[in-house]
C-alpha cells in the first residue's frame, strides 16, 4: 500500500481441543482470506494450532508432533499467500518445552519466539508445562535443527527456514523481522503475559528499533477485564510510539474452567484502530478484524520524541542487547494501492467525535486559555483588558475566555474595555450582536466609529476610497490595532489578542494590524475548535438559565465568517472568508497532518480524500491544498513574530515553542509534487 501504511489482522479462528489438522485447515483459510482483504501481517492466538486449553496433553508426544507437522503444512498452503503470519503452538527443545509463537512468510518458517513470563496462578497454570524463554533462549540466541526434530516428508518445508543456514531457525525472543522495501517496518513478537509483565520484552524491541509487535494471547473472558486490557494495550502501544496487533484465544476453546471470548485489538501509538467484541464470528471460519496502520506515522511520532531512544544509548543497555537477530523478510510489496482504508479518517482532527469528550475537551481548553491569561494579568499587574469585539467568532471567543480569566483574578468584569470599532464592511447584524454580548458580559462597551479616521488615513497618502485593494482593507485593520493599544496604555490594560491559528497558517491577518496583539487567546485554537468552544459557552449559558447570552452566541455561531473589510451588499456581508481562502474545514485537516506529522502533500491530499469523501471531490480539495501550501509558505513572516499565548494542543505556530521555520523558505519542493496530483 501507498504512503506508508501496512495493513494488519487479528484473527480467532474456531479450534476444536487437540485437533492439530482441524486447526491447521481453518488457519489455513484465515490466512487466505486476510491475504484477499489485502493484510501483510496476520496474527493468530497463543498455541492455536493445538488449542490452548489442553493441560496435560501438552506432554504428549503425538500433540506436539502433529502441532509441528500441521504447521509445515500451514506454511506449505500458504505459501503464495502474502503476508507475515504468527501462530502459536507447543514446542520442546533441549528437555524444555516451550509456549512459542512461529513466524512465518512465503513458505518459510523464519523463527520461533518462545514466550518470556508464565503465569502460574488462578486459571492460568502454564507453569505445569512451559518454562520461560529465559531459560534457554533469553540473552544469546539459540539455533535449533528443523531436520533433526521434523519427521515424515516435512523436511523439504524444513530445509526453507529463512535463516540464511539450512534447516536451522533462530529460536529466541531477541529478533526484529524487516522487509526490503519499507525502512518504516519493524516487527517483533511477545506472547500473552509477557505484556501484562512489569517490563514487557516488547519495550527493549522498540528501544532496539521495532515498531509493530505482534501479541499472540489467550485471556478467559471476565467481567471488567477487557477495559482494563484495552486500556494496557493502547496505552503500552503509546508508550513504544509503535502499532500493537493482539489476538486472542475463543470459539472452540475448553469452557471446563473458563471462557475466551476472542476479544482482539489492534492498536496504533495509543489509539484503538479495530477491536472485536466478546464472542464474535464475523467468518465462517472464526474472528478477523482488519486495520492499516501508518508506519509513516510511527516513525514521525518517534523522531519528534527526543526523549524515546534517550534509555537505549548507554553502553550498558547495548552490551546487554547485542544478541539481537535481524530476520529479513521476502515479503512482496502489495499492489493494492486504490483500495479504501481499513482506519477512519477523521475529517476533524481537532474535535472528538464523541460528545461528552468534546464537551471535556471544550472546558480542558478554556481553562488553559484562561489560566494563560490570568497569569499574565497577574505578573503584569494590568488593571484592564482591552479586546476588539467584531461579533464574529474569534473575538467573541477572547472575550469570554477573558471574562473566566478575570473571574479567577478576582477583577470586576468592567474592568474589561469592549471595544466594537465599525468601518466601511461593518454590517447591522455583528455590530448588534457585538453590543449584546458585551452588555451579557457584563464588559464595558464602548463604540468607536473609525471611517472618518481611515478616510483622512486614505486621503493622506493618496489611496482613493473606491480602489477596494488590501492596502483599503489593511488601513481598516491597522487603524483598529492603533486604538485598541492606544486606550490600553490610557487604562494600563492589555491588548487581548482574537486571531486564530487557522488564521495565522493562512497569513489571513493584516501584519502590525490584528495580527499584533500583547496576548493571543487564541493563537493555538484551530477555526474548526473555535466554534465548538463558542457552541460550548452557548450550552453553560442555557444550563445557567442566561437565555439572551445563549441567543447571541448562537446568533454568532450562525454568522459567515468574514473579516468585513469590504462594504456590504444590500446590508449583508460581501466579504466571506471561506469563498476566498477556502473550506476552514480542510485547512485544520491540512495543518494538522502537515505541522503534526510532517506529511508530504500527496499523502495528505490521500487522507483529504478518504476523510471528505462525501464532501468535496478531488478537484476541490486539490484547489485549496495548493492555496493553503503557498500562503502558508509566503505568510511565515508574520508568525515570526507572533504574540505570546498559550500552547493548547500538539499543532501550534508559536516560533518560540512550536514551529521554528525561516521566513525566507522556498515551496517549490511542496508545491512541485501538488503539480503532480490529480
Not at 500500500?1 to 479450534?15: E, I, L
Not at 509503535?242 to 489476538?247: H, I, L, T
Not at 464470528?281 to 486495520?291: M, P, R, W
Not at 492499516?292 to 531512544?309: C, G, H, P, T, V
Amino acid at each position: 500500500m501507498k504512503y506508508g501504511f501496512f495493513r494488519v489482522c487479528s484473527a480467532s479462528p474456531d479450534v476444536t481441543v487437540a485437533q492439530c489438522k482441524t486447526n491447521a485447515d481453518c488457519i489455513i483459510k484465515c490466512i487466505h482470506k486476510a491475504d484477499e482483504r489485502g493484510a501483510q501481517l496476520v496474527v493468530f492466538p497463543e498455541l492455536c494450532i493445538t488449542s490452548y486449553t489442553c493441560a496435560d496433553l501438552f506432554w504428549q508426544k503425538a500433540l506436539l508432533d502433529s502441532a509441528l507437522k500441521e504447521l509445515f503444512r500451514i506454511i506449505k498452503e500458504t505459501e503464495k499467500d502474502g503476508c507475515i503470519s504468527v501462530l502459536g503452538l507447543p514446542f520442546a527443545e533441549s528437555g524444555f518445552l516451550y509456549n512459542c509463537a512461529a513466524v512465518v512468510s512465503g513458505g518459510k518458517l523464519l523463527a520461533l519466539v518462545p514466550k518470556t513470563f508464565i503465569p502460574g496462578g488462578g486459571e492460568f497454570y502454564e507453569e505445569r508445562y512451559f518454562s520461560s524463554a529465559l531459560k534457554n533462549a533469553g540473552e544469546t540466541s539459540v539455533f535449533i535443527n528443523l531436520e533433526r526434530i521434523v519427521q515424515n516428508g516435512t523436511s523439504e518445508s524444513a530445509k526453507k527456514s529463512g535463516s540464511g543456514k539450512a534447516c536451522e531457525i533462530p529460536f529466541t525472543t531477541d529478533i526484529i523481522f524487516k522487509i526490503s522495501w519499507n525502512d518504516d517496518f519493524a516487527m517483533a513478537v511477545e506472547i500473552s503475559e509477557d505484556l501484562w509483565a512489569l517490563t514487557p520484552p516488547s519495550s527493549r524491541h522498540a528501544l532496539l528499533g521495532a515498531n509493530v509487535i505482534a501479541n499472540p494471547s489467550a485471556k478467559s473472558k471476565i467481567i471488567g477485564g477487557n477495559e482494563y486490557k484495552k486500556l494496557l494495550v493502547s496505552s503500552h502501544s503509546a508508550r513504544i510510539a509503535g502499532a500493537y496487533v493482539y489476538s486472542e484465544a475463543g470459539r472452540g476453546e475448553s469452557t471446563q474452567d473458563a471462557v475466551f471470548g476472542s476479544e482482539n485489538i489492534i492498536c496504533e501509538n495509543g489509539t484503538i484502530l479495530s477491536e472485536s467484541k466478546a464472542f464474535e464470528k464475523n467468518d465462517e471460519n472464526g474472528s478477523l478484524i482488519f486495520a492499516d496502520i501508518d508506519l509513516e506515522r510511527l516513525s514521525q511520532e518517534r523522531s519528534k520524541a527526543s526523549a524515546f531512544f534517550q534509555c537505549g544509548d548507554t553502553s550498558s543497555f547495548l552490551s546487554k542487547n547485542n544478541s539481537y537477530k535481524t530476520v529479513w523478510v521476502n515479503l512482496p510489496e502489495s499492489s493494492k494501492n486504490d483500495i479504501k482504508l481499513e482506519r477512519n479518517i477523521d475529517p476533524h482532527p481537532f474535535i472528538p467525535a464523541d460528545k461528552e469528550e468534546r464537551a471535556a475537551r471544550c472546558r480542558e481548553v478554556i481553562d488553559i486559555q484562561a489560566e494563560g491569561l490570568a497569569k499574565r494579568i497577574r505578573h503584569t499587574g494590568a488593571e484592564h483588558a482591552v479586546i476588539g469585539l467584531s461579533g464574529g467568532l474569534d473575538s467573541t471567543l477572547a472575550l469570554l475566555v477573558t471574562c473566566k480569566a478575570f473571574d479567577m483574578c478576582g477583577i470586576a468584569r468592567n474592568k474589561i474595555k469592549a471595544l466594537t470599532m465599525p468601518c466601511f464592511g461593518t454590517t447591522d447584524r455583528t455590530y448588534e450582536n457585538a453590543c449584546a454580548l458585551a452588555k451579557q458580559t457584563g464588559a464595558d462597551l464602548k463604540t468607536i466609529d473609525i471611517k472618518d479616521s481611515v478616510l483622512k488615513h486614505l486621503n493622506d497618502i493618496g489611496h482613493s476610497e473606491d480602489e477596494h485593494d488590501s492596502t483599503y482593507e489593511n488601513a481598516q485593520a491597522r487603524e483598529r490595532t492603533q486604538v485598541l493599544m492606544d486606550i490600553a496604555n490610557m487604562t494600563g490594560g492589555l491588548v487581548i489578542g482574537t486571531g486564530d491559528l487557522s488564521e495565522l497558517a493562512l497569513g489571513w491577518a493584516t501584519y502590525n494590524g490584528d495580527h499584533m496583539s500583547m496576548y493571543n487567546v487564541n493563537g493555538s485554537i484551530p477555526k474548526t475548535l473555535v466554534r465548538h468552544l463558542v457552541a460550548w459557552f452557548a450550552e453553560e449559558a442555557l444550563k445557567n438559565n442566561e437565555k439572551r447570552t445563549a441567543e447571541v452566541l448562537k446568533d454568532i455561531l450562525d454568522t459567515p465568517v468574514s473579516p468585513e473589510l469590504l462594504p456590504p451588499e444590500n446590508g449583508n456581508i460581501a466579504q466571506k472568508t471561506e469563498d476566498l481562502v477556502g473550506p476552514y474545514e480542510l485547512h485544520d485537516f491540512f495543518i494538522y497532518y502537515m505541522l503534526r506529522f510532517g506529511f508530504s502533500p500527496a499523502k495528505i491530499f490521500f487522507l483529504a480524500k478518504q476523510a471528505f469523501y462525501k464532501v468535496y471531490d478531488g478537484k476541490v480539495i486539490l484547489k485549496w491544498l495548493k492555496i493553503f501550501y503557498k500562503r502558508f509558505f509566503s505568510q511565515q513572516f508574520k508568525r515570526s513574530c507572533m504574540p505570546d499565548g498559550p500552547k493548547v494542543g500538539t499543532v501550534g505556530l508559536s516560533p518560540r515553542g512550536d514551529l521554528k521555520m525561516p521566513s525566507d523558505a522556498n515551496a517549490q519542493i511542496w508545491l512541485d509534487e501538488l503539480e503532480k496530483l490529480k
